[in-house]
């Protein structure tokens, strides 16, 4: 599954409007946004109106954010758990589906080497790097409980 992310900050009663009055809702919110953003919003309304594409799950969770420098390197560590997700298609609702399994997701991001101090605390708890992505195993979290009708 291919995901990528693209984001434009609009309110729980624009998103609502959205599905209900494209064209109003969309030029006020257009009014206020700039390069990318008007440009993300008018391909989302795109594939809104001219797909009727809609959204399949939300998701939410706790993000905790640490930064570390080491020399002239500054990490930033993310530990993101309380992972939950719905089938939901207004967004404006609170997910209620735990998806964690009781884990967390440890991310890391740094420029060039990682390091000792954060490769020593790796080693030491045999921490491992897999790709994860929230929104692919959420999806298939609530498939498992909403099965695609074919």
């Known amino acids: 599954m291919m995901i990528s992310k ?7 009663a624009e998103w609502t409007d ?28 795109y594939l809104i109106a001219s797909q009727a594409r809609r959204p399949y ?17 500054r990490v ?15 967004f404006c609702k609170t997910p209620s589906q735990d998806v964690s399994l009781k884990m967390a997701v440890i991310e890391l ?8 101090p954060v490769k ?7 921490l491992r790097r897999d790709a994860y992505s929230k929104y692919a195993h959420s999806v298939d979290a609530v498939r498992h409980f909403y099965p695609i009708s074919r």
């Open 120 to 126: 020593f605390v790796i080693e030491k708890y045999n």
């Open 76 to 90: 930033r560590v993310t530990l993101d758990y309380n992972i939950r997700a719905e089938k939901n298609y207004s």
């Open 18 to 45: 959205l599905f209900e009055s494209h064209n109003h809702t969309y030029s006020k919110i257009l009014s206020r946004l700039k390069e990318p953003e008007d440009s993300i919003l008018s391909e989302f309304i």
């Open 109 to 116: 991001k740094f420029r060039e080497a990682l390091p000792w």
């Open 57 to 73: 799950v939300v998701v939410q969770y706790k993000r905790r954010a640490l930064y570390y420098n080491a020399g002239k390197e």
């Open 6 to 12: 693209k984001r434009v900050a609009i309110t729980p």
